[in-house]
């Protein structure tokens, strides 16, 4: 019998655990719901697979939105049947994965660190039922869960590298959310990425918003405040940033604003997005969006799901890295003409020399 997460004691605090990002996990039994969305395909018709979101929600243009694509791909080529619960806030986590759980769910895929303490006790009082999570990865995980996690360091290096070789003002910058390792690993790798810049260069482009040595920088303190990522956006570009990175979910829809703002006044600013193509998926702005460091969630979430559906499913944490490409630049769009070709073939050399091992992207938050 499936055990109510209503009777678990929530932790207090973040787990100590390392970052990651579960991928989907297979197995579980239980009738599904009487009218669970999706359709009955042959392979997957009588496989159940359910979604907890951050409080960002699926339309966060970004990792819940992500994911949340790869299970409706999962619906559409597997035959699947999908559920998913949508939190609003941090209160809703407990009672929308013990909803999927009681649901009957095959698998229960919850997104973001946040959810990291709730699903490992949800997956340690239901061992009938797989897991998997996007973002975090837990070595006191039961077998009946399978991180999906994505060192980010390795492309936000890149985009760090690109950010300094195309800023007119000398000074780029980058916030976050909440002070997170899913959130700090892209600093630390734009910031490794400018660092690398400069000394390859001999400049001294410099970075606002974020210090890798002392772990310290810019935060919202959430994912939602739209209006403080404006006005942090507003604040980087009066200091003379022209090129901002928001790590922060929907708040970067408010750089975006800024940004669009300051175009329109005449000053020239640019963005960086995270997670997914913002160019694709931010719905606005997105001429000045430079690029676009990404995870390929939607991919692996599928990945994971169709693996449980052929009955392969195993706790082995997946691991995006530039070289499996679970992580990459995006295109530049419209901003290709604004990227010289030497600066392009510069990012290959260094995407090759990040998979050789020849240069070293390190973050506290990495993989390990």
Known sequence: MKKSLRTIKRGTGLSAAMLGASALVLAGCGAPPAEPEGTAGAEGADYL??????SGGFDDRS?????YEGLKMAEEELGIKIQQAESQAETDFVPNVDEMVQSGCNMVLTVGFLLGDVTKEAAADNPETNFAIVDYSDPEFTDNVKPIVYDTAQAAFMAGYLAAGVTETGKVATYGGIQIPTVTIFMD?????????????GEDVQLLGWNKERQNG???GNFEDQGKGKTNT????NEGADIIMPVAGPVGLGTLDAVIEANEAGKEAKVVWV????????????EFILTSVMKGMAASVEDVIRTDLEGNFDST????????EGVSLAPFHDQEANVPDELKQE???IKDSIISGEITVESEASPK
Not at 234 to 237: A, D, G, L, M
Request: net charge negative.
């Open 49 to 54: 697979g359910c979604i907890v979101s951050d």
């Open 63 to 67: 990792f819940n939105q992500s994911s």
């Open 189 to 201: 790798g734009f910031a490794d990425g400018v660092k690398y810049y400069n000394e390859q260069k």
């Open 218 to 220: 810019t935060f919202v």
């Open 234 to 237: 507003q604040n980087f570009i």
């Open 275 to 286: 997670d997914s193509d913002g160019y694709e998926s931010a719905g606005k702005g997105e």
């Open 317 to 324: 944490p997946y691991v995006g890295t530039l070289e499996n």
């Open 347 to 349: 990012l290959e050399t």
